[in-house]
């Protein structure tokens, strides 16, 4: 019927009800009061009436408008068959009502009428999450004892069920059980067990699979999909890619999303050697999806010459990049802090895209994490649209740059406009006040949340309180912090214990160690940080019981490792090329990379430069037991920082800046040298650490010698 004509059938109903003119209409409603008009129009509605408003109540997920009719229909004394309950069950499993749907079976089988196959297969399909997982077994143990057959569709109902609820075991039973006896398994099975084989369960899934050709089980494509996933996330690549090179050669073409997971996988796990050849294959499909997660992957193995190659290509042959595209190479250039691809992305950006407002935010993040906080302002004066993530991606950005001032202007400027700030907004204002160890201001905006913001103070504002304290050398108040905070996560002690370090109070550190040890035993920095304190004050003993300690507990510590990303533009060498457009990344004492002794040649002369113009090493900085302050000065020259110092002056041209990360805070020795170098070599040299930027020039750091 059309619409005319069903509002035209709906007008003649009305002047006369009758259950097939409401069993005609009920079904065409498009919501349920039109329907529940025609159903009370009726004084005695029949089986086909209320069958059509339970389909009605079913529809639109309507679980106590189904109760109300089914409670009329028993007072009519309907005698209700299986297909009614059957509608009934459907409302009740799809509105997550399992307990009601299970009262209402019980029914049935008590009183009738009996349940069919279709019932089960109605009731194990609301079984969808582990809450689920008793009513599962009662809905098969109530099956088995009807003796219904149980044929290939409800088999894969009771598999899908048991997977679905996280009982693998029980759904391998069933299979087994199927293998043996019958009825055979089909693609529908494997693609179902495999979905539930994790890889704890890579024997059972590999069992599974095996049995494919035995059984002789036709397959279709979406199965070969799920046997490919189900060995990505094993992590058996090999396998999931002879799959694909398999499939390939008869000229099936591979789900998008197969290759989204490999990728990813490769990513993860750094295997270069597939990776590299599945975008080799996804480069014939050429698809916008497989771009994004082939760049995506390289920016993971900060690859970004690879990455800025698909980019180029999709430039001339296309895909056109999106959003994501650009969002995923900007966040790469800020992880390498390498401003100057991230101006040619920003200006490609501008000239073929449209504004969007996640890449507009991404490049703020961008240039602030690139230590051009100038340029970051630049990107948010000049958005048409701005939500709060890119208010808080300016503040945290003035904070990293310690802009603290401007900062706190912001966060004025935001309740001048009536923009309500978030946690995140006051967590970037703490930030911004701990990096230029504004003590008053930070005290303010974190004593003030609750009555001003309406904010409850989280974690993350207690540890830059925290932090804030420690940095100023006023570890009372901040363990006071530590203390008033109600669940204090390990950042908290390890933000108090690096002030104490910083000042020399072992006692303290000492006594926050123990309680964090105690709440904590596998938190790696606890232990590092407890070997610094001691070390700093040539306490070795207690130093070397931090790391049995370490031992006892299996603890794996994060290395520093610090990361120098040299462009051909800027390079000035005869080295070879292969040292350009890369990141090249360092630990300490690291003997690795191919141009090692040239980096300690370099490293010797600007020592001995250094030396003559008054520079003394700090050995306080040595965090490792050395018999002299020889070995201790030699360790120190062999620190990451500085070795991504010495590769960058050999490798880059006379003058140019230098740009340097490092995952974790540096050393106050290596900042001397960095600021010493910079005047000497007369060249601007930039270093972000784990807590902000350093921007050495003419032999003055910007942050004032607070780090």
């Not at 999909?225 to 996330?233: L, T, V």
């Not at 370090?501 to 303290?508: A, P």
């Not at 070397?544 to 994060?558: A, D, F, H, L, P």
């Not at 350009?580 to 040239?598: I, R």
Request: proline share 3%; with cysteine; hydrophobic share 35%.
């Amino acid at each position: 019927m059309s619409s005319g004509q069903i509002e035209t059938a709906t007008k003649l109903y009305f002047t006369a009800p009758d259950a097939m003119g409401a069993s005609t209409l009920i079904p065409k409603c498009i919501n349920t009061i039109e329907a529940q008009k025609i159903y009370h129009a009726l004084k005695k509605p029949n089986n086909f009436v209320f069958c059509a408003m339970m389909g009605i109540c079913a529809k639109f997920k309507q679980p106590e408008l189904a109760q109300m009719i089914y409670s009329d229909a028993k007072k009519h004394n309907i005698m209700l068959d299986t297909k009614f309950m059957n509608l009934l069950l459907k409302v009740f499993t799809t509105c997550n009502k399992m307990d009601i749907a299970l009262h209402l079976l019980d029914e049935m089988m008590q009183h009738g009428p009996k349940p069919d196959s279709y019932s089960f297969s109605i009731l194990l399909s609301g079984c969808t999450e582990d809450a689920h997982r008793s009513a599962t077994e009662t809905v098969y143990s109530v099956l088995v004892t009807t003796g219904i057959p149980q044929n290939i569709f409800i088999k894969n109902s009771v598999i899908k069920a048991f997977v679905a609820t996280s009982q693998l075991d029980k759904a391998i039973v069933i299979f087994d059980e199927m293998v043996r006896s019958g009825p055979t398994p089909d693609k529908y099975t494997i693609s179902t067990l495999l979905s539930g084989c994790t890889e704890s369960r890579l024997v059972d899934g590999e069992r599974i699979i095996s049995s494919i050709n035995k059984l002789q089980i036709k397959l279709d494509d979406v199965t070969i999909r799920d046997m490919i996933i189900f060995y990505a996330s094993c992590g058996k690549l090999k396998a999931a890619m002879d799959i694909i090179e398999d499939q390939i050669c008869k000229g099936t073409v591979i789900d998008a999303k197969v290759f989204t997971i490999l990728l990813n996988a490769c990513a993860d796990v750094r295997n270069f050697k597939l990776g590299y050849r599945l975008h080799e294959i996804t480069d014939t499909y050429h698809n916008l999806i497989h771009k994004n997660n082939v760049i995506k992957m390289y920016c993971k193995w900060e690859m970004l010459d690879r990455a800025i190659n698909v980019f180029n290509d999709m430039l001339i042959h296309g895909p056109e990049p999106d959003k994501y595209t650009y969002s995923s190479l900007l966040a790469s250039c800020a992880d390498i802090a390498s401003e100057a691809l991230g101006t040619y992305i920003h200006r490609v950006y501008l000239q073929r895209s449209k504004s969007s407002l996640e890449v507009d935010n991404t490049l703020i993040d961008m240039y602030a994490k690139c230590g051009e906080i100038e340029q970051a302002e630049q990107v948010f004066a000049s958005m048409n649209e701005k939500d709060i993530v890119t208010y808080n991606a300016l503040i945290f950005g003035y904070g990293m740059n310690r802009c603290v001032e401007k900062a706190l202007d912001l966060l004025d400027i935001m309740q001048n406009k009536g923009i309500i700030v978030d946690a995140q907004t006051l967590a970037g204002a703490l930030s911004a006040c701990n990096h230029g160890i504004k003590v008053d201001q930070a005290v303010h905006i974190f004593r003030n949340m609750k009555s001003r913001y309406n904010i409850t103070p989280n974690k993350y504002h207690y540890a830059c309180m925290i932090d804030t304290y420690a940095r100023a050398g006023i570890l009372e108040k901040a363990e006071n912090i530590l203390e008033e905070c109600p669940h204090p996560d390990s950042t908290m002690f390890t933000a108090l214990l690096s002030g104490c370090r910083k000042f020399n109070d072992s006692e303290r550190a000492k006594r926050i160690s123990q309680k964090l040890i105690t709440n904590d035993p596998m938190e790696a920095s606890t232990y590092m940080l407890m070997k610094n304190v001691y070390a700093k004050q040539n306490m070795w003993k207690e130093s070397r019981e931090s790391t049995k300690m370490m031992s006892k507990y299996s603890v794996n510590r994060i290395p520093g490792k610090s990361s120098i990303y040299i462009r051909s533009c800027e390079a000035d060498h005869d080295y070879g090329s292969e040292y350009n457009d890369k990141v090249h990344s360092f630990v300490v004492e690291d003997d690795s990379h191919p141009l090692v002794k040239k980096i300690l040649e370099e490293l010797d002369r600007q020592r001995s430069i250094l030396e003559r113009q008054g520079y003394i090493a700090d050995t306080t900085c040595v965090m490792k037991e050395l018999k002299d302050d020889e070995a201790k000065k030699e360790h120190l020259w062999r620190h990451s920082e500085k070795l991504a110092l010495g590769l960058g002056l050999i490798l880059g041209a006379a003058g140019t800046p230098l740009t340097i990360t490092k995952n974790l805070r540096f050393c106050s020795d290596c900042h001397e040298v960095a600021r010493l170098v910079s005047k000497y070599e007369n060249r601007a040299i930039k270093i972000r650490d784990a807590s902000s930027w350093h921007k050495f020039k003419h032999g003055v750091c910007s942050c004032g010698e607070n780090y």
